[in-house]
């Protein structure tokens, strides 16, 4: 089982770039291009709330759960 990211899916959705993500999260563009990637372990809640809050979504939008048999 594995968690996919989708920030970039739902960045694109809203005509958001990194850049501008990181400037209103206050969230480094090194730490948000991590978690875009997916080549995080973990993410805050409140890092996560800051992301929702500023995009206009919810956890759901930006977090996938595929099961590994589903693969």
């Known amino acids: ?8 899916r739902v960045l694109a959705d809203r005509k ?3 850049t ?3 400037k ?3 969230v480094s563009i090194v730490n948000l ?4 990637t997916g080549k995080v372990r973990a ?5 996560l709330a800051a992301i929702c809050k ?8 930006i977090l996938e759960y595929v099961d590994d048999e589903d693969e």
């Open 20 to 22: 501008e993500l990181a």
């Open 33 to 36: 291009s991590k978690l875009k």
């Open 54 to 61: 500023a995009l206009d979504c919810q956890p759901g939008d």
């Open 16 to 18: 958001m770039q990194l």
């Open 1 to 8: 089982m594995k968690i996919i990211i989708r920030l970039d």
């Open 24 to 26: 209103e999260v206050d």
């Open 43 to 47: 993410v805050r809640f409140s890092t």
